[in-house]
């Protein structure tokens, strides 16, 4: 459905994105990647939103252009969503919805549907400026998903939001994902883990792995140890204490001897990809 070819952009001499190929189908997408690592830049670069230095998008084998754009296809949550604070949230809803040039059939009933999904029904005449932190991100979400567009991309979807939210979040993605293309982007794997179908692990402006969500783990196979010093490994990923004695969750490259050999997790193994472990 979209296909990155060569994707490449600097912003001066600095190269933030480095002939990325990549493509997107029908499916759940973990976007992955440590603060910094292209992410955002390349979403905004898939919208059109900064030029290309180099390579091109292409949707449904078409370069994407003026006259094949995302723009009504797309629901797009950026990393910071921000509307006039005196509008009304279904006003703010409306005008976003005209931005995108969506066609509603009834507008109304759209909008009350969106908010409905992310708990924000009682707030429909509330003024923008008077929502909370969490409640603006989840307006944010309700405006990526206005219209029911066949692609999603979510720029750091649960920041701001508490552990409720964050699980309604991933029930919004698995109800709403069928036959769409929803791309995840995100520094915490605990954030899209489970709802994703493929992890794409980005850092300096590379794609490192892009592969099925199930064999992230074994990225770290060999390579989880818990141990009774810190100073063991060369990560601690988690701490546990049993009977007074405090016990490291550490990841290493090298065996350890004396560690107990532990089965890796999804988290594991991204953090050996980004470690390069």
């Given at each position: 459905?979209?296909?990155?070819?060569?994707?490449?952009?600097?912003?001066?001499?600095?190269?933030?994105?480095?002939?990325?190929?990549?493509?997107?189908?029908?499916?759940?997408?973990g976007?992955?990647g440590?603060?910094?690592?292209?992410?955002?830049t390349?979403?905004r670069?898939?919208?059109?939103?900064?030029?290309?230095?180099?390579?091109?998008?292409?949707?449904?084998?078409?370069?994407i252009?003026r006259?094949?754009?995302?723009?009504?296809?797309?629901?797009?949550?950026?990393q910071?969503?921000?509307?006039?604070?005196?509008?009304?949230v279904?006003?703010?809803?409306e005008?976003?919805?005209s931005?995108?040039?969506l066609?509603l059939?009834?507008?109304?009933?759209?909008?009350?549907?969106?908010?409905?999904?992310?708990?924000?029904?009682q707030?429909?005449?509330?003024r923008?400026?008077?929502l909370?932190?969490?409640?603006?991100?989840r307006?944010?979400?309700?405006?990526?998903?206005?219209?029911?567009?066949?692609?999603?991309?979510?720029?750091?979807?649960?920041?701001g939001?508490?552990?409720?939210e964050?699980?309604?979040?991933?029930?919004i993605?698995?109800?709403?994902?069928?036959?769409k293309?929803?791309?995840?982007?995100?520094?915490?794997?605990?954030?899209?883990?489970?709802?994703?179908?493929?992890?794409?692990?980005?850092?300096?402006?590379?794609?490192?792995?892009d592969?099925?969500?199930?064999e992230?783990?074994?990225?770290?196979?060999?390579k989880?140890?818990?141990?009774?010093?810190?100073?063991?490994?060369e990560?601690?990923v988690g701490?546990?204490?049993?009977?007074?004695?405090?016990?490291?969750r550490v990841?290493?490259?090298?065996p350890?001897?004396?560690?107990r050999?532990?089965?890796?997790?999804?988290?594991d193994g991204?953090?050996?990809?980004?470690?390069?472990?």
């Amino acid at each position: 459905m979209i296909t990155a070819e060569g994707v490449s952009k600097k912003f001066g001499r600095k190269e933030v994105l480095h002939q990325l190929n990549l493509t997107l189908d029908r499916g759940v997408y973990g976007f992955l990647g440590p603060n910094g690592a292209g992410k955002t830049t390349f979403l905004r670069c898939m919208l059109g939103i900064y030029p290309l230095s180099g390579g091109r998008f292409l949707y449904n084998g078409a370069p994407i252009s003026r006259k094949n754009d995302l723009t009504a296809q797309v629901g797009y949550l950026p990393q910071k969503f921000g509307v006039y604070g005196e509008l009304r949230v279904c006003e703010a809803l409306e005008y976003l919805a005209s931005i995108r040039r969506l066609k509603l059939a009834n507008p109304a009933e759209e909008i009350e549907r969106v908010l409905r999904l992310v708990n924000l029904e009682q707030r429909v005449t509330s003024r923008v400026r008077t929502l909370s932190g969490g409640m603006a991100r989840r307006l944010g979400i309700a405006a990526a998903l206005l219209g029911d567009p066949e692609i999603l991309l979510f720029d750091e979807p649960t920041a701001g939001l508490d552990q409720e939210e964050r699980m309604r979040f991933k029930t919004i993605v698995e109800e709403v994902s069928p036959g769409k293309t929803v791309l995840l982007s995100t520094h915490i794997l605990a954030d899209v883990d489970a709802i994703c179908d493929k992890i794409i692990i980005l850092n300096e402006g590379q794609i490192l792995y892009d592969l099925p969500a199930a064999e992230v783990a074994e990225l770290a196979e060999g390579k989880v140890y818990e141990v009774d010093s810190s100073d063991q490994g060369e990560m601690v990923v988690g701490i546990r204490e049993e009977g007074g004695k405090k016990w490291y969750r550490v990841l290493s490259a090298q065996p350890l001897a004396g560690g107990r050999p532990l089965e890796p997790t999804t988290e594991d193994g991204y953090l050996c990809a980004i470690k390069k472990l």
